[in-house]
């Protein structure tokens, strides 16, 4: 039972992505505990503004070399692939929706160290574009 | 053990950060603002936001009955916190397509419709220095219905204070109303005559208010609405009597919009409590800890329990504890360091007590990463202390504790067996009391936000005194404007 403003509210923050958009910034802070907050906000949000008008990226928490690290814990023999399994739960520990089900390699269940980071690094853009598109 | 499985920590220092900061009622300002305004581009509107100096501003509604002193508090209320007055009479003063609509009708002798008001008020609020600085809304909304549509609007006071007095009071006050055309200041002939002569000689009596009738239809216009508009705003709503001298109404204004509504953010308590020896200290530690669950750490018995089991830290400061001598500050902080960043006091909070006892002390705590929420001091005069601890005793064969003057023992028997603590002699006590006393001064001065409990109390009492500042958020600081 919700009243219409209540859905258009709902539909408000569902089409601009509000919850998504203060899930980012509050990790952001969390992370870096900047001892001016409100300015560190404003510049996230102006990069952001920035990543929106001109295809940027967006800021995000992970860059390459996280990803770099989490491969090393994945493959620490450095076999130069992971498993499919491994590969669905890193991108689901990284907060990744709707990832490539089929990404190069599902046949012999070897995953290339590219293919991962590629896939990674692109649903991190996705899900750091937290504005309406 | 799978490192997945098992449950996330999170790092004290992200949850003291968000409560520095204040950042669980930051995100909860912009998030209530863009639901409210739902701006096409939030971002922007965002960054818009971040950049004006506060985001909370203080967002007042000053009501009451005619006479009961509204503009005189609105106004030193805002001088005070540097918000915006807005009255009636100045809404309609602007010159704008609005306001020329709405004095047509004031022309014609009809009411002003509500929608357009609503629209008005809405248009003032809107300017800049209200969304800057924040306003005092006087007298506005008047009745239930203009309440609902100003909330609909999207316009929601944080504080509500009415100003009641008796009725024959009221009246009072209206007939010796004196108002002064130039500041528009209110003034009257006997409870309130102008300081400045050339004030006085301006003054006017208001227009419409000069017989009792006329005053007494306006309060029962008043009454009939006042208690709807006492149960629209409950939530946030203070009834302040104003019958006294508006020095004391205006005090218990301020002090009410200066306090904060409880805030959902999720937070640790860690308590300090400071006191003289005998004031209650671990007594109300144990309270607190009991009733929300937080850790209590007297920091002399921690020291004993560390010298007790063999570690290597025990073993230096056996011979302390032995000869009687003050263990080091580096030693006892890196004691209690470890105690406060255990599991149980990260998660549940902490409260504190017999640390620190002198200004270094507290330094060097606030350096570590275990500054308090809270500081406490309970206050006593000495004889009281004295009183308390030089004649209590203790039953070796129960355990149980008495007090001559307040808990006699039983019977002659249990009398006759009690044993004293050799702490408690007299003179030990009047040595730690005057111990206490070179460093209060010091310890208060370093804690300005430390809240002040009259310790002399029953120990209920004092333990709802603490509760009371526990609960609810520090109130606001006014800004030094020296």
Sequence with gaps: MSTPREEETAEYLRNHKIVELMNNLTSMLFFYRPER?????????????????????????????????VVG??????QGHITYAQYKEALKTLGIKNFNEFPEGLESDRISHETFKREAKEGLVRSAATFQT | MDATVKHLRIPPEMSVYAEKHEIFDLFQ????????????????????????????????????????????????????????????????????????????????????????????????????DCVRRGWVLEAIPKTREE??????????????????????????RSLGKRIDPVTGDVYHVTFMWPESAEVAQRLERPQGLNSEDVISRQLQAYHSEAHALHRTYQSCLKIIDADQPHVDVFAQVLTYVMSRHRSAAPHTPRIILLGPPGSGKSLQARLIAKKYDIVSICCGEL????????SSMGELIKPFL?????????????????????????????VLHGFPQDLEQAEALQESKFSPSRVFFLEMTDDVAVERLTLRAIDPVTGERYHSL????????????????????????????KEYCIHASALQAFYPQAVRVNADQDAHTVFECLESRLVNRLPKVLPDRA
């Design chain 1, 73 to 78: 814990i994945l493959d620490p023999a450095n």
């Design chain 2, 29 to 128: 300002t912009l998030v209530r603002n863009l639901i409210i305004d739902k701006p096409a581009d939030p971002i922007q509107y965002l960054i818009g936001m971040l950049k004006r100096e506060s985001i909370e501003v203080p967002r007042i509604m000053l009501l009451g009955p005619p006479a009961s002193g509204k503009r005189t508090i609105a106004k030193k209320l805002c001088e005070c916190i540097g918000a915006i007055q807005v009255t009636a009479s100045d809404i309609l003063k602007d010159d704008t397509d609005l306001t020329r609509a709405a004095q047509e009708y004031t022309k014609k002798n009809k009411e002003i419709p509500r929608e357009l008001w609503i629209k008005l008020i809405l248009e003032r609020l809107s300017k800049v």
């Design chain 1, 37 to 69: 907050p409100k300015e560190f906000l404003i510049s996230q949000l102006e990069q952001m503004k920035a990543s929106r008008d001109r295809a940027v990226d967006s800021p995000c928490l992970f860059d390459n070399s996280n990803l770099d690290a």
């Design chain 2, 147 to 172: 309440a609902l549509c100003l909330q609909e609007a999207g316009i929601a006071p944080e504080h509500v204070v009415i100003l009641q007095a008796p009725d024959a009071v009221l009246i009072e």
């Design chain 2, 406 to 433: 307040y808990k006699p023992a039983p019977s002659p028997e249990v009398h006759a067996r009690l044993r004293y603590n050799p702490c408690d002699s007299e003179a030990e006590v009047q040595r730690r009391l």
């Design chain 2, 303 to 310: 020291l004993k329990a560390v010298a007790a089991d063999e």
């Design chain 2, 322 to 350: 032995e000869s009687g001598r003050r263990v080091p500050d580096s030693m006892v902080l890196q004691i209690l360091t470890e105690r406060l960043s255990r599991l149980d006091c990260v998660t549940r909070g902490w």
